[in-house]
């Protein structure tokens, strides 16, 4: 489990860290979440989706329909994929919130990149800041952070139009069908129907881009099923007499056979 610990001058001077080669760390997460400035790219790439948080939607991209599985590692920790979402690339470090709203920069003190390690860096200068390439990574943490208010807008105008529905996605395979749950999406059909008003309110906020990328990256969900038997030839033995498929149907129910 992450441990993750605000940097501090007592407790991190003499502590190092490497930059990750692998995405073994992002092997177990079946979603991550997205900010708006990164949906284009990551609806060329991968299935998007919306999850509710609190009394909240949010946007994530969709890396597997199972818990702990994401399809995108592979088994010696290649990513897959032609998009890296942002949540993954600020490892080992992470924000975390301040009781006043503030934010303070961690570490993943469990995290294997953190220690003794060949080429590692420090995390800290002799006069206690942060090095060049910490401040590298802090920027780009903010970057991300300061684009959460505005994806946060743009869900609640598609909560507001009342836009976003339940994903009815089912997996199917020799034992039977299972439905996956709490998976939402945009609902095409009362997107096309909105007034001028409501459609122009949309897009001041932002919300239309969400609404399309999301729309538009649905393409990619037979992905998902071509990734998971890639996955399954990779630690079984090859089976020629037996023919394996996949396929969307408009109910979408997602076919192992």
């Known amino acids: 489990m992450p441990k993750f610990t605000p940097i501090s001058r007592e407790r991190h001077a003499e502590m190092c860290w490497r930059r990750f080669d692998s995405y073994g760390f992002a092997r177990q997460a079946n979603v991550a979440s997205l900010v708006a400035s990164e949906m284009p790219k990551a609806s060329s790439a991968m299935p998007l989706a919306f999850i509710r948080q609190g009394e909240d939607f949010l946007p994530v991209a969709l890396m597997g329909l199972e818990p702990g599985k994401n399809l995108f590692v592979a088994s010696d920790g290649r990513w897959l994929g032609r998009y890296v979402p942002a949540a993954f690339r600020g490892q080992p470090f992470a924000f975390a919130k301040l009781e006043d709203g503030g934010l303070v920069l961690c570490i993943d ?34 970057q991300v952070e300061a684009d959460r208010g505005p994806t946060k807008t743009a869900c609640a105008a598609l909560v507001r139009h009342d836009l976003i529905r339940p994903w009815p996605i089912t997996l199917k395979d020799e034992s039977g069908e299972q439905k996956v749950e709490g998976i939402h999406q945009v609902d095409e059909a009362a997107l096309n129907q909105l007034s001028d008003e409501a459609f122009l309110d949309l897009r001041r906020c932002g919300a239309l881009l969400l609404a399309y990328c999301q729309l538009l990256s649905i393409q990619h969900l037979p992905m998902l099923g071509e990734l998971a038997k890639l996955h399954a030839q990779a630690v079984s033995a090859p089976q020629p007499s037996v023919s394996t498929s996949f396929s969307l149907h408009d109910d979408d129910v997602l076919n192992f056979g």
Request: charged share 30%; net charge negative.
């Open 109 to 142: 003190e469990e995290s294997e990149l953190v220690g003794e390690h060949h080429g590692a860096e420090q995390l800290l200068t002799a006069e206690g800041e942060p090095t060049e390439a910490v401040k590298q990574v802090l920027d780009f943490l903010r």
